[in-house]
């Protein structure tokens, strides 16, 4: 069921139309304030202990209201236009990385940081956001060329460059990021399946190297996780504590407000990266499980805005911004329970912190964006249940 | 509709998208089930970790009981308390400036070695104990503390514990008789685990000792939530114990008690009979001399004093900086662990005398009218050994009365034989000689009195060819009828017979312990026995003329009514000293034990008094004067009350 190519043009591209409001995703648009909303429960209870004069979960209600308002600006974007700017956007953010690793300033030991005047610029992170586009860009020029190994090598020698760059920052969690990304994208574009394995086994075949080239830190972090005992007050100590957190909360949680773990700073970043244990050690099983299902649903949802998008671009963004999604909540998970080491990689929607809170509501929009034109008369999609589009196909 | 596979777009799959999400959702169930295991299947184990982690308990040190003693018959007094000890304690994990810097400082306000310091924070550190609290130097003065609470901004990691400890009002003042503390040691904690922590300090002799169980307390516990950083700090009243409110942590997050606080037990104060006055000027009379004073109150047996020189301050073992002093006293000689009033026997001497006049009379071998000749020497055949008298040129006829006065040896050389030895052991015994007098302190020593039986049985296997070497001869009888020979006995047990003298015929139970109840045997001498010995006794101080003045003299006091009897006890046999002209060129430790043995009668409360110097070679010179100083100062605080004549056993006449 593909999108004609003919119907190209009747469909036309508007860069802006606040038409698209009227085409927003209410499932979606639910999912996310329920998450936002459920995040800030949790924040609430995890700011407790910090002693700050605007509370967390204040500032964070109004990055999620900038999220909203930069989530429903996107959508009325026309992800075509941004898809066909790309390119001059990953040249910019070459330049970026390759200034960050120059002039960056230096926080903890890594330079992650720009800064511009009265703000600072964290390039690495809108870096995701700006991949998936150009990945989207390259993959629809391509066409049916990637299943050719040349063209298919290419897309990694994109990924590649600022990969490394991030990695030397050294920012392993979102340098990490782009592979998943990659490879989702990747497959969905049609590639061949034996290039994707063999691509994924090489990339574990290049893991010594990436050990070696990795700090002190990093090695130490991911030695911790094979015996967090080694070292409990050490690198072991918030993998210990956070395991200790999540499992004391067991099936039901020491209900809300409640945590000791987390309340007596126990856990360390609790409000922020480990965010996922407080909210285990006061909801249990049942609200972890409950989080889970939410963000499962979300991407669920976005996957059929994907599978259904107007056209291969629209499904690419769309399957791109949904992978990088939901690769933070898998990992971010996956830490505090201790299956993998600690790095930093906030969780979507909970996690404290204003730019990836953005970049959470911009993958949003991005969605939201592909789902309106999905919509418009003469789409040939899947009747959606729950879509206004209905109206319009019958 | 018909997808066109020519056009160089790329062909989305709706199967490849919907395996995404297939993947994606598989993920999570592995989250989900990972989530199971932590939460569900290990959850109690984590829940638990947790709460030992947030739940530290703190424990309540009890208060050790206190032991008083008086003043006069009802002033107490504070012998033996608790008082708030500061440690200098420093946490590694608290840090927060280099470690140099920090020892730096602390060595600069308090004057310890910055190095030592800092090794030990190395060492908390690499054993991985940074939240330890370490020790860095207890029981610091007040102005010590203060200026490091001054500092404390300056000094992170560090603070000050208080802690209970036990404090020794009087010095060395009945220190021996009090005991000292010593760390429990493994195998006792074994036992005592309920009621003991490793370190906890435990009495060693003593009534430190002989009331363990009394005056340690019980522990109290408090379960506190605690802050990942920061250690609570509980502070405690001048006395040690915690205060419970307004707990705090060292980063200042107020700390919530849970559960129910077990108060810690105070252990049980414990009120001596000994009076501390009187147990002063015993010990300072024994200054720079070994020796031995016990008081006793004749009737009841409470113990009025017990003092033994060289002493020792039992402060020093509970001093975080008297280890040198400590061990000084543990090893050195002479033993200053021992109390010599019930710890150490010595040769009874004449004070033996006492209980041989007793028995004689008590068994009708002599009357008050018996006379024996004294030439000054004795021999139990006409070519056999000399037995001399102390006195040379002899005393005369000596009846009972004059032989206790002036310690005639012929005539209880001749009371003896007359006795014998299986009677002389029955009438000892009775005496409490040679027996342990039950006082309620650990390690008292017995004595003996030889028998036959002990003689026979002290026949060692390699000498078994020569069994006429351990009969028992005659000569043994004349030896121990002057309380020399192989008997011993404790200063305590000659205050115990002094007291039955004293008191109308009845053993006493020496305590110290003012709630044991006062034990005394049936009485078991006769008043007619009493009356003569006491004749003897009172004659023994009284100073002529116009009768010739006894050997106590030394202890006369006018107004008072003393009983008294001297002693010396051969430290070797006469020969290896007769060769000195001067009695003052003789050795110190060749000169004999001095004793002393009295008894008040005319005074509320009566009292039995042994007096011990050790080589002090004359009990008339040595130990009598001591006496004096004793009955004074102990009527001055008791007050003189005279004992009413009806009470008085009748002997007014007597005299």
């Known amino acids: ?394 | 509709m018909a997808p066109d596979s020519r056009e160089p777009k790329p062909s989305i799959s709706e199967a490849r998208v919907r395996l995404l999400g297939m993947a994606i959702a598989l993920s999570f169930c592995l989250l989900a089930g990972r989530l199971w295991i932590l939460q569900v299947i290990r959850g109690p184990e984590f829940l638990g970790k947790s709460e030992s982690n947030r739940l530290r308990i703190e424990r309540l040190e009890s208060p050790r009981g206190a032991i008083y003693a008086r003043r006069g018959p009802v002033q107490d007094v504070v012998l033996a308390d608790n008082r708030a000890a500061r440690d200098l304690m420093v946490v590694p994990a608290d840090i927060t400036i280099s470690d140099a810097a920090l020892c730096r400082r602390l060595g600069e306000l308090t004057g310890i070695d910055p190095k030592k310091i800092e090794a030990q924070i190395t060492k908390a550190r690499k054993a991985r104990e940074p939240f330890k609290q370490i020790l860095v130097r207890g029981d610091i003065p007040a102005a010590v503390s203060a200026r490091v609470d001054e500092y404390a901004y300056a000094l992170p990691g560090v603070f000050t514990a208080v802690r209970p400890l036990r404090r020794y009002v009087y010095g060395k003042t009945a220190g021996q008789v009090l005991g000292y503390l010593g760390e429990i040691n493994p195998e006792e904690l074994e036992t005592r685990q309920d009621r003991y922590n490793m370190g906890d300090l435990i009495g060693r002799g003593g009534l430190e000792g002989r009331h363990e169980d009394r005056l340690h307390g019980e522990d109290g516990r408090m379960m506190v939530t605690k802050f990942a950083a920061g250690t609570p700090q509980l502070r405690t009243d001048p006395y040690g114990n915690p205060y419970i409110e307004n707990l705090v942590d060292s980063l200042g997050h107020s700390l919530s008690v849970e559960e129910e606080v077990q108060k810690a037990r105070p252990g049980g104060d414990i009120y001596l009979t000994l009076d501390i006055g009187l147990q002063a000027t015993a010990e300072r009379l024994l200054e720079g001399e070994h020796g031995a004073i016990a008081v006793l109150n004749a009737e009841t047996g409470e113990i009025l004093a017990l003092a033994s020189a060289p002493g020792y301050d039992p402060a020093v073992f509970v001093s975080d900086t008297g280890s040198r002093e400590r061990v000084s006293i543990l090893q050195g000689k002479p033993n200053r662990m021992l109390h010599r009033a019930y710890q150490e026997v010595y040769a009874p001497g004449s004070v033996f005398k006492v209980m041989l006049a007793s028995a004689a009379l008590e068994e009708g071998v002599i009357t008050r009218d018996t006379k024996f000749y004294c030439p000054g020497l004795f021999r139990l055949d006409a070519n056999g050994r000399a037995w001399h008298c102390w006195r040379r040129q002899g005393h005369g006829q000596v009846n009972v009365v004059d032989a206790l006065a002036f310690s005639c040896d012929v005539f209880f050389y001749n009371v003896g034989l007359e006795l014998g030895v299986d009677k002389i052991g029955k009438w000892a015994k009775k005496f409490g000689l040679g027996v342990q007098t039950g006082i309620d302190l650990p390690g008292e020593a017995a004595g003996s009195i030889p028998s036959r039986e002990s003689k026979e049985a002290s026949n060692k296997p390699g000498h078994e060819e020569e069994p006429w070497v351990y009969r028992w001869y005659p000569g043994d009888t004349v030896n121990l009828s002057i309380g020399q020979g192989e008997a011993t006995v404790t200063p305590l047990q000659n205050a115990v017979m002094m007291a039955a003298i004293a008191n109308g015929g009845h053993l006493i139970v020496p305590h110290l312990d003012r709630e044991s109840a006062p034990a005394r045997s049936e009485k078991f001498l006769s008043d007619r026995t009493l009356t003569i010995v006491r004749e003897g006794m009172r004659k023994c101080v009284e100073k002529g003329p116009p009768a010739p003045t006894g050997t106590g003299r030394e202890a006369y006091i006018e107004g008072f009514e003393i009983l008294g009897k001297t002693g010396s006890a051969q430290m070797v046999s006469l020969s290896q000293y007769e060769h000195y002209k001067d009695e003052a060129d003789i050795p110190k430790e060749l000169r004999d034990h001095a004793w002393f043995v009295a008894g008040v009668l005319d005074h509320e409360p009566k009292l039995a008094v042994c007096i011990l110097v050790e080589h002090g070679h004359h009990g008339s010179s040595e130990a009598a004067p001591r006496m004096r100083d004793i009955v004074n100062g102990f009527y001055e605080s008791w007050g003189k009350t005279p004992v009413l004549a009806a009470a008085a056993d009748g002997e007014a006449g007597a005299r």
């Open chain 1, 1 to 394: 069921m593909r999108m004609p190519g003919a119907k190209k043009n009747e469909i036309g591209i508007r860069i802006f139309s606040l038409w698209n409001l009227r085409h927003l995703d209410p499932l979606l648009a639910l999912l996310v304030i329920s998450l936002a909303v459920y995040g800030l429960f949790v924040l609430y209870s995890a700011g407790r202990s910090e002693f700050s004069p605007t509370p967390y979960y204040v500032k964070q209600s109004i990055f999620f209201l900038m999220g909203c308002g930069i989530a429903l600006f996107i959508s009325c974007v026309d992800y075509r236009s941004l898809i066909s700017l790309a390119p001059a956007a990953y040249g910019i953010f070459l330049c970026l990385l390759a200034a960050v690793l120059v002039v960056g300033d230096e926080i903890k030991g890594s330079r992650r940081w720009l800064d511009l005047g009265p703000i600072g610029f964290q390039p690495s992170e809108s870096t995701k956001l700006v991949m998936v586009f150009t990945l989207a860009w390259y993959l629809t020029l391509l066409g049916r060329r990637i299943e050719k190994l040349p063209y298919f090598l290419l897309t990694f020698a994109l990924i590649g460059v600022p990969g490394v760059m991030i990695f030397k920052q050294p920012d392993l969690g979102t340098s990490a990021v782009l592979g998943p990304i990659a490879v989702a994208m990747l497959f969905v574009a049609g590639c061949r399946v034996w290039h994707l394995a063999g691509m994924v086994m090489l990339g574990l075949g290049v893991l010594p190297i990436a050990w070696s080239h990795m700090k002190d830190y990093q090695k130490q972090r991911v030695m911790t996780l094979f015996d967090p005992s080694a070292d409990p007050q050490g690198s072991g100590y918030h993998t210990i504590q956070s395991m200790i957190t999540v499992g004391s909360g067991g099936l039901n949680g020491k209900g809300y407000l409640h945590g000791t773990q987390t309340y007596l700073s126990y856990l360390p970043e609790h409000h922020t990266d480990f965010i996922f244990s407080q909210l285990a050690e006061e909801f249990g099983f049942v609200g972890g499980c409950a989080a889970l299902a939410l963000f499962l649903c979300l991407f669920w949802r976005a996957l059929y805005i994907a599978r259904t998008a107007a056209d291969p671009s629209g499904s690419l963004v769309a399957v791109g911004c949904v992978t990088l999604l939901a690769f933070h909540v898998f990992v971010n998970t996956s830490i505090t329970i201790g299956v993998l080491p600690v790095t930093g990689i906030p969780l979507p929607f909970f996690s404290y912190g204003g730019t990836f809170y953005l970049t959470t509501m911009s993958c949003i929009g991005v969605i939201l964006s592909v789902n309106a034109r999905r919509s418009v008369p003469g789409q040939s999609g899947r009747p959606l249940v729950l879509s206004p589009a209905r109206q319009g196909v019958t």
